[in-house]
């Protein structure tokens, strides 16, 4: 076991900190919150109704693909990973929304299982003393954003975060290995392939991995490293390129869900990337402006979010952090200060600790800036995962293990408050997501009840139309320009599961069949 290094004393701190007793009592206490904060609502992020889809295809048998679409059932462009992990829940309990509670459960168990990793972590290779490590998981685990992706979405964060950390875990350890061992960059490959193979932001993971064994001239465990990975990513990279989906057949889809991930980075709008390539001006705009954000405001938005906004909206973040037009979260001069300075303390304890200057979380995090720094949607979902080393490079950074704890303390103290006030809505009246989600659920009866089993729906979130009604769907991708396309290939139904989004022009031609009270979502016939 590492030392401490000096000027960092092991303070064995109070009772409920120490060693792993103490962890297990505060994830004990934790799991509590996840509890209460549990809900049936999936779908909503759009990305997490299309993880439902394509588990459902494959517990039915029916391959990768969107099974929803009303056009060619293409290949996907998210990995495989999540959706098959998803894919024996989904055999077991077919019917939606009945197995979503049992989907969230997978990222819950994720979660706590990443926070242990960490936490083993840090008191046995980086110097961390039981207690503040304890600290760091707590505040790790009661982060609103990943309790929001965990108990309110079926989103893939957790269990990327999971593995992820696993894999920087694992790479470290062939350090501590003699340099002619093969099985310790063997283990750290399959991690690292599967981590890509549940998101594609994981090349930000293998870069570093491969950089770490480079700069520490493992010449021969690098080679063993990069060629289990390849190996590993190879039955994907073939199927993929066989079943790759033509323009024609992405475009006649529409949605984010059609197009591979460099095509979204080089789209000029998030909303239509089959519109070609951003101009460089373009491009480098939004490289400046999301890191940018980033310092100024994704920062603040993971270690004290409760500074952004009510309680009510406790983990939306995720969806309101961004750059202007994405989000409306964190625009204030002051939460903008906080954030930015909270990014200098974490760059401090970076550059600050010899030990983790060219350790794997710092290589990781340099390696995922400049990743999603062309990113045309939100870059907070990208970080994430990576706040267990966020939190343990502020506590570097603060260099004083009282006043490190006290910052510890302060952000699981707002953390605390923030899911109280949550819970307390959730139990008393109806937060926003929940009240989204039963807008959306009135959407999806009044569509079983009045379209036809055959009938097509262009919406907003095909996947979670699909889901929730069995109607085939395509996406909309600008609506004027597509409207007399669907007309002729049969499509009757428009639907918005956006609150107060704005109906179609009216000289397109539809009749207004159903909007919710609240939410204003709506659902539009095309006339002939």
């Avoid at 997501?433 to 907003?460: F, M």
Wanted: aromatic fraction near 8%; charge should be positive.
């Amino acid at each position: 076991m590492s030392a401490p290094s000096p000027g960092w004393p092991a303070s064995p701190g109070p009772w409920w900190t120490r060693g792993r007793a103490g962890l297990a009592l505060s994830l004990l206490a934790i799991s509590v919150i996840y509890a209460l904060r549990m809900d049936d609502v999936a779908g909503l992020m759009v990305d997490d109704a299309w993880y439902i889809v394509l588990a459902k295809a494959l517990a039915q048998g029916e391959g990768y693909r969107l099974i929803s679409s009303s056009t060619s059932q293409i290949l996907p462009a998210v990995p495989p990973g999540f959706p098959a992990l998803l894919a024996p829940i989904a055999l077991a309990v077919p019917q939606f929304p009945d197995h979503v509670i049992w989907m969230k459960l997978l990222s819950v168990a994720a979660v706590f299982a990443a926070g242990a990793i960490c936490w083993d972590d840090f008191t046995r290779h980086r110097a961390v003393a039981p207690a503040p490590a304890t600290l760091i998981v707590a505040a790790t685990l009661l982060t609103p954003a990943i309790v929001f992706l965990a108990t309110s979405t079926v989103m893939a964060e957790s269990v990327f975060m999971l593995v992820q950390v696993a894999a920087i875990v694992s790479v470290e350890k062939i350090m501590r290995r003699p340099a002619d061992d093969a099985r310790a960059p063997i283990h750290a490959a399959i991690l690292a392939a599967a981590a890509m193979l549940i998101r594609s932001a994981a090349v930000a993971l293998v870069v570093a991995a491969i950089a770490y064994l480079l700069i520490a001239r493992r010449w021969r465990q690098t080679a063993v490293f990069a060629g289990v990975l390849a190996l590993g990513l190879l039955p994907w990279t073939i199927y993929a390129a066989v079943h790759e989906p033509t323009d024609d057949e992405r475009s006649a889809h529409g949605g984010t869900i059609a197009y591979s991930y460099s095509r979204l980075l080089t789209a000029p709008r998030l909303e239509d990337p089959s519109q070609g390539v951003a101009v460089a001006a373009t491009t480098l705009g939004r490289m400046a402006g999301n890191l940018t954000v980033v310092l100024s405001r994704d920062l603040g938005a993971v270690l004290v979010p409760a500074l952004y906004r009510g309680p009510d909206e406790s983990g939306l973040e995720v969806i309101s952090v961004g750059r202007p037009g994405l989000g409306n979260m964190g625009i204030a001069s002051g939460t903008m200060i906080v954030s930015t300075i909270l990014g200098a303390i974490m760059i401090i304890g970076w550059i600050g600790v010899a030990r983790e200057r060219l350790a794997m979380p710092a290589l990781v995090i340099a390696a995922t800036l400049p990743m999603i720094a062309p990113v045309s949607g939100q870059t907070l979902r990208y970080l994430i995962p990576l706040t267990p080393y966020l939190l343990l490079f502020s506590w570097h950074g603060l260099r004083s293990p009282v006043v490190g704890r006290l910052l510890l303390l302060v952000v699981i103290g707002l953390h605390a408050l923030d899911h109280a006030g949550y819970i307390h809505q959730k139990l008393t009246a109806v937060p926003q997501w929940i009240d989204d989600w039963h807008q959306v659920r009135s959407v999806l009866t009044w569509i079983d009840q009045n379209v036809p089993p055959d009938g097509t729906i262009a919406t907003t979130n095909p996947g979670l139309i699909y889901l929730g009604s069995n109607r085939r769907t395509r996406a909309i991708d600008a609506m004027r320009r597509n409207w007399a396309h669907w007309k002729a290939d049969g499509v009757r139904y428009v639907v918005s599961t956006v609150p107060g989004s704005e109906l179609p022009i009216k000289s397109l031609g539809w009749r207004l069949r159903f909007r919710s009270g609240r939410g204003g979502l709506w659902v539009v016939e095309i006339e002939d």
